[in-house]
Structures are given as C-alpha cells and as structure tokens.
C-alpha cells in the first residue's frame, strides 16, 4: 500500500521568497516519486521526478526537490518565486516498477504569489 | 517532447447522450490512462490501457467505458452522461517502466465537459 501527503492544500508566498511545498509519503516498495504542476485550465506538467539515481532531483523552472528517505518526504522548493509560478502543484508517488495502476496522487498544493 | 493530444477542449452534452472523448500520444507509449479531476477530490482513475484492446478498471469505472484500437490512440465514452459526470477529464500516457527509471506520466491539456 502507498499513500500521498500533501502538508498544505495553500501556500502563499511573496514575489522573491523562498517556496517550500510539503510532500510525505509511504510505500512498501522503493518508490518513485514525482512533482507536477498544473496552470488553470490546463493539463499536469512535469517538474521533476526522483528514481534513487540521487536525493536532490533537479527540475525546470528553477525547482528543486530532495528525497529524504528517513523522514519519508520529499518536499519541493525554488528559491525565489515568480509569479508565472503561481498554480497548482500535485506529489506523486509510483510504487511497483512497470506498474501502470500504482501512482497515488497527493490531493494538491495551491501556490499563490503575492507582488 | 512527448504530445498527449485531446480534441476537445470544451464539451456541452445533454442528460442522456452518448459522448467520446478521444486522446492520442505520438511517443508509442504502452500505458494510457484516463483520469478525471474535481475540486476537492483531486485526480481519480477511471481506466487504463497497458496495450491495445487492454484495458482495466480504475477506482471509479462506472458510467464509462473505453476503445483502444490502436496503440496511439484512447478514447473514454459516456454510454449515457449524467449531470454528475460534469468535471475535468486528463488523459495521459506512459512506457512501462522495468528499471528504474520510473513511469513518467505525461498528461493532455484536459477536455472539459459540462452535462445540462
């Protein structure tokens, strides 16, 4: 069994900070996991994504994340936000390799971007 | 870059009609997937293909079927929509993933359907 964790269902933040979006997970396999992004209106796009090659995964647009396996998490940050980052951000996690039926999604993270 | 392409964008239907909502992908990926998404409810899984005329039920099949011909290509039909069936609906596809790499999902941009 797997499960997803989204820490914060709205993150708020000002043009220029930093953005951390909280993600834990469980999976009794050594899971994949991923970050998506979504625009209104619009379909997910992939961030980044960690498959054990190397805990800090980096990804487009400046975001970065970091597998912590002890803490189980894997928490997604930029340094500076922009306002064209302002969206919807889903965690994902893949449990069984070649396994098209175990992806569990979180339930989502709004960011905001104040000017 | 891999495309998931879905037609239509924007739907209008009435109670009681049948409706196809068709997807390709140009990157022959094994894996299709249709989901749909509602406030609060976050992403679910409705079916998925892991090859042609394959198919399996996700978390919530009912009221809805699936066509895969080719491999390019699935489509999800409405037998007969409902107002309740009114929501974002994301196809996406996939390889099948036997290392380590993982199974990237790359989604469409969604097709919105309203039931009146």
């Known amino acids: 069994a797997q499960s997803v964790t989204q820490l914060d269902s709205h993150v708020s933040v000002s043009e220029g900070t930093p953005v951390l979006l909280r993600c834990n997970y469980s999976s009794s396999y050594s899971p994949s996991l991923f970050w998506y992004v979504q625009h209104p209106n619009k379909g997910l796009q992939l961030l980044l994504k960690?498959?054990?090659?190397?805990?800090l995964v980096k990804g487009i647009n400046g975001f970065e994340a970091e597998f912590k396996k002890s803490e189980t998490s894997f928490h997604l940050t930029k340094p500076s936000a922009h306002m064209s980052d302002a969206a919807e951000y889903f965690c994902?996690?893949?449990?069984?390799?070649?396994?098209?039926?175990?992806?569990?999604f979180g339930s989502g993270t709004q960011l905001t971007v104040l000017p | 870059d891999v495309k998931v392409t879905q037609s239509s964008r924007y739907l209008v239907k009435r109670t009681g009609e049948k409706v196809f909502l068709e997807c390709v992908q140009d990157?022959?990926?094994?894996?299709m997937f249709w989901y749909r998404q509602d406030p609060g409810l976050g992403l679910r899984l409705i079916y998925f293909s892991y090859d042609v005329k394959m198919k399996e039920k996700g978390d919530i099949p009912e009221g809805y079927s699936v066509s895969r011909e080719k491999k390019e290509r699935f489509s999800l039909i409405l037998e007969s929509a409902s107002t309740n069936q009114t929501s974002m609906y994301l196809c996406a596809s996939s390889y099948t993933s036997t290392g380590t790499s993982g199974n990237t999902i790359y989604f469409g941009e969604g097709s919105w359907l309203t039931v009146v």
């Open positions: 960690y498959t054990s090659a190397a805990t």
């Open positions: 994902v996690v893949s449990g069984v390799w070649g396994s098209a039926r175990q992806l569990t």
């Open positions: 990157m022959d990926h094994e894996n």
